[in-house]
């Protein structure tokens, strides 16, 4: 199959190498053009690691290129970048064109689900509560070394009936790893990324600032696991009042990481002697912080409300953080303001996570 990847980073690059690797056609698109320089004058692509591949990909010049004549497209970049991306992408995608949001965001799906009822284009629309890999691109430009593939990846589809099409797709292209979540709503409150990273930098923050080199599993200490289990029961507690069953933060790292179910400490600990406990961020302009905080611990927040489940340690995740890098954070969120959820009942809001918007 063609496969339009739109993005160009550590993720982005991963797909890439394991689609390529298992016989796929992936084709790159960066939204700056910076992304894929480097691809475009050498034409090979080197994967290392949980991913071995050495081969050519496909690179895309423009969007349209990279869309027009694509079976998928899968989003693969920041969140802070989705908008821009399905503005941009939004006139040229074909009716049934299946779209991948790797990982889903701040409800980004009914945004897409929005712009797409606008010009009467009905296509599905699958939703990750988390990426297929993790892994880092390297200086040279071509290359990433995939730290892990997941063994399991949760899933909805918009509208919820595409579910059963969504997964074999997934499944063909990705392999049988993908655990069918309920609805959209779900996987909004499936991204374990934001709560994580909140404890992880919050506490750790000044190894940000100074620019140190710190492995990040290690510095997972029982301080920072307790933090993480506590905003996870606050997650937890806002999905159980929609009626929801998602995964715990344990379940995550033991499913993403393959080690045993322990503390979070622990696991991470385990992660860090293996080798695979990866190094922490470098500086407090990260996605840790610009990303998760507008776009991952808000919509918690706004979920929290609507269901009456205020999530205390999110919001104060938020304020302190704000304070902490002097910016307003929750204002760079750029998909919430155009969807108005706040008026929404949760009844309403569950609705709307399975059907999307219809109609002109």
Known sequence: MRIA???????????????AEAGHMPVLWSPSGKGTEALFDNGLLISTGAVSYSGPVGVAAGFSEAVSDADVVILALPANGHRAVFDTVVPHLREGQPVIISSHSSFGALYLSKRLAAQGTSLPIIV??????TGRRQPDGISVCVNTVRQKVDFATLPKTAAQSGRTLCT?????????????????????????????????????EK????????????????LIEALDAERLAIAA???????????????????PIGSVSEMNQQMHREGRGGFGPTTTDSRYILEDV???????????????????????????????????LEADNDLLPDLLLAKLGPSELKALCERGFTGR
Do not use: C, Y
């Open 5 to 19: 990847i739109l993005g160009a980073g550590s993720i982005a690059f991963g797909m890439a190498a394991f689609l």
């Open 128 to 133: 990750w509560g988390t990426t297929l890999l």
């Open 172 to 208: 063909m292209l990705f392999g049988d790893r993908f655990v069918e979540r309920e609805g959209l709503l779900a996987i909004a409150l499936s991204n374990l990324n934001p709560q994580n990273h909140l404890g992880i930098a919050l506490l750790n923050l000044t190894r940000m």
């Open 211 to 226: 620019g140190e080199t710190w492995g990040q599993g290690e510095h997972v200490t029982p301080a920072v696991g307790h």
């Open 241 to 259: 009042s929609f009626g929801l069953k998602v995964k715990t933060v344990r379940e995550h790292f033991s499913q993403s990481f393959h080690v």
């Open 294 to 328: 507008p776009f991952g611990l808000l919509p918690t927040v706004l979920l929290g409300r609507i269901a009456g489940r205020p999530a205390i340690l999110h919001e104060a995740g938020i304020s302190m953080f704000a304070a902490a890098i002097d910016r307003d």
